[in-house]
Antibody, heavy 116, light 112 residues
Framework: EVQLVESGGGLVKPGASLRLSCAVS????????MNWVRQAPGKGLEWVSS????????YYGDSVKGRFTVSRDNAKSLLYLQMHSLRAEDTAVYYC?????????WGQGTLVTVSS | NFMLTQPHSVSGSPGKTVTISCTRS????????VQWHQQRPGSAPTNVIY?????PFGVPDRFSGSLVSSSNSASLTISGLKTEDEADYYC???????????FGGGTKLTVL
């Protein structure tokens, strides 16, 4: 069974940093590109970042570029999202998703709340 | 960057058919594949259509996808509506010039 489990969310103050993790099992993690997608409360889906299988290609959405860094550890089947300079508008549920023809597997998400 | 525009909401009765549109603002809709995702309340999204019109294993054939070149849009059609189809639906496509994924704003389907 394929499982993606996000962790690391929580309540932080504006300007703080936070690192999210996504633990993946049931697939050969190192063979696939991975993505982060977020969803602000009551809003739609917003793509955040993607990272290729070997980490050679990394891309970010305009709203997080320069503040967020995606990385992965293929030996541990872990995907990360390091977030700096957090803003109120970064408040959202953050999902990790495997990319194979589409985003075919999604985690259940972890909530990040940025508030003073 | 292009945008994908969806209607805010659609509705239909059980057993009927509904279609959700997804219009690309610039560039050819057929230039990169369109995906569709279903998100039930309180749950993570799940993929229901990939590569414009292909269904993942386990998705019923009541769900179908297509492209409408005349309106530069993609469509998700759900036939034989069931109450369990009530959810938000998002289209998605890839901007291969800027290397980013684009989601539509989402459409809330109500099954009356």
């Amino acid at each position: 069974e394929v499982q993606l489990v996000e962790s690391g969310g929580g309540l932080v103050k504006p300007g703080a940093s936070l690192r999210l993790s996504c633990a993946v099992s049931g697939i050969t993690f190192g063979s696939y590109s991975m993505n982060w997608v977020r969803q602000a409360p009551g809003k739609g889906l917003e793509w955040v970042s993607s990272i290729s299988a070997s980490s050679s290609n990394i891309y970010y959405g305009d709203s997080v570029k320069g503040r967020f860094t995606v990385s992965r550890d293929n030996a541990k089947s872990l995907l990360y999202l390091q977030m700096h300079s957090l803003r109120a508008e970064d408040t959202a549920v953050y999902y990790c998703a495997r990319e194979l023809l589409s985003f075919d597997y999604w985690g259940q998400g972890t909530l990040v709340t940025v508030s003073s | 960057n292009f945008m994908l525009t969806q209607p805010h909401s659609v509705s239909g009765s059980p057993g009927k058919t509904v279609t959700i549109s997804c219009t690309r603002s610039s560039g050819n809709i057929a230039s990169t594949y369109v995906q569709w995702h279903q998100q039930r309340p309180g749950s993570a999204p799940t993929n229901v259509i990939y590569e414009d019109n292909r269904r993942p294993f386990g998705v019923p054939d009541r769900f179908s996808g297509s492209l409408v070149s005349s309106s530069n849009s993609a469509s998700l059609t759900i036939s034989g509506l069931k109450t369990e189809d009530e959810a938000d639906y998002y289209c998605q496509s890839y901007d291969n010039v800027n290397h980013l994924w684009v989601f539509g704003g989402g459409t809330k389907l109500t099954v009356l």
